[in-house]
């Protein structure tokens, strides 16, 4: 199943950022910005906990990738594939419309970090959740 091969290693891939984050790196925090970027750098016990978390769910993602040999596992793959795949398309598609002049930038805009967010970091939800969903679709045809 190459579609959840795909899923999974961009989980997997998404949690090991996000684990260097967790363990003190700041490469790329910059392309985060806002929030995360400043959780990412003061290293509060919220903000630790917060990444611990993301670094978890992300891995029980990729191991439901792998794993799509039950129905409900393949409804729950189905399920997070769309939202994955819609919240990045928001994003997306709200970033572009700011970058390209559509919608105005707030002076507090981010521009560096919003083309990250809409070339990288959204665009990977994207592609991650349409991998999960097409991991299910094919799990579910397959006996």
């Known amino acids: 199943m190459s579609w959840a091969r795909a899923a999974a ?13 967790l363990l003190g790196g700041t490469a790329l925090l910059d392309t985060v910005g806002g929030q995360l970027e400043t959780w990412g750098r003061e290293r509060s016990g919220a903000a630790v906990a917060a990444l611990a978390v993301v670094v978890a769910l992300k891995l029980v993602a990729g191991w439901l ?3 799509l040999d039950r129905p409900w596992r393949i409804r729950l793959a189905w399920i997070g594939g769309v939202l994955l795949a819609l919240y990045g398309g928001v994003l997306v598609t709200a ?3 700011v970058l390209v ?6 002076a507090e805009t981010d521009l560096h970090a919003l083309r990250w967010h809409v070339f990288l970091w959204d665009l990977w939800f994207v592609v991650w959740g349409v991998a999960l969903a097409l991991a299910a679709c094919q799990a579910r045809r397959e006996p």
């Open 65 to 67: 990738a792998l794993s």
């Open 101 to 106: 002049g559509v919608i105005d930038a707030s």
């Open 95 to 97: 970033g572009a419309l």
């Open 9 to 21: 290693l961009l989980a997997f891939a998404s949690a090991a950022v996000s684990a260097f984050w």
